[in-house]
């Protein structure tokens, strides 16, 4: 499935997939988010072993993850930067041709790096140019120039400040119209995936495109009404107790056990080293088929991340990411 990798401080092994992605990543969108909390996190998370990190334009976490990367090396947790696999994302301000650059040359900036590891449009929507801003003002919202902003894509890779370029939130249907126009497909595609959200076709799909899928929300997000459709499930609670592990580890397993990697919100150190537990044991087939049967409920829609009021000149069915 993936290949094992050992840091060079020499803690748990997380393997890495062909694509040289590896299997379990830190989130760091954090929220509310408080810098200090995020960096000691990351920090905390490549001395327990993590080796992949996740940021975005949009989360305001790029500054904090480059600080605890270089904080790392000063410490010799890291040999150096490039064991560290870094993704960022252009968001929806910055989805146009001639700003999709820019968006990369200003993280980078924020990251203090030369390079990310992994660039990925971060939703199939542009808005108005403006500083990255959510919720989305739908009269904001303008037809995406998707073949235009993936040129712009494949130029920050040709120019080494992206050794690897994907999409996020793309439906089969948005990776489709990609692929027609892509000359560098797009080499990962990161998207809502857990046992409440399984994305059967788009899994499927990806695959026999060879685009790597990454799991967000692998536990079902970071719900402000503190209801996880992951972590209260009655059946994932079954499992879990039946074979002594956690309903987090049972939902990270079967994520592993579709092919995909997965970043992993955590600003508690026990928790982050729970969440890296899911290598050297399996679902059994009698759980897989439970878990095929959990009710699907999508956390993550276009009118989730728009403001209720105003008007939109764009279908938001246009802008959706819900597989249909
Ligand atoms: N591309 C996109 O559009 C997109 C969208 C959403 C998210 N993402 C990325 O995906 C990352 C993860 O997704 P997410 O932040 O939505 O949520 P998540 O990883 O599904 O869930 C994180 C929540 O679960 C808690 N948690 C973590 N480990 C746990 C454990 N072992 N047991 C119980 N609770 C646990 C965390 O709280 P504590 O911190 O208190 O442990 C946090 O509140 C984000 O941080 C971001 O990097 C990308």
Redesign the pocket.
Known sequence: MAAAHRGSAGSAEIPRFPAGVPAVGL????YPFVADEVRAAVLAALELGYRHL???AL?GSERAVGEAVAEAVRRGVVASRAEVFVTT?AWCTHCHPHLVLPSLRESLQNLQMEYVDLY?V??PMAVKPSKPYFPLRREDIVPMDLSGVWQAMEECHRLGLAKMIGV??FTTRKLQELLAVAKIPPAVN?V?L?PSWQQKKLIEFCRNKSIHVTA???????SRTKI?S??QSEVLEEIAKARGK????ISLRWIYEQGASM??????PE?ME??MEIFHWELSDEDRLKISQVPQHKL?TATGILCPEGVSSVDIAEVDVVEV
């Open positions: 989130g760091t969108y954090s996740d940021t975005a989360y994302k990925l971060h939703w996020s939130n990161q809502e857990n967000y929300s692998p536990l079902g997000g970071q996880s992951v972590l956690s309903v987090a580890q970043v992993v919100k955590s600003l508690k928790r729970e969440n993550a």
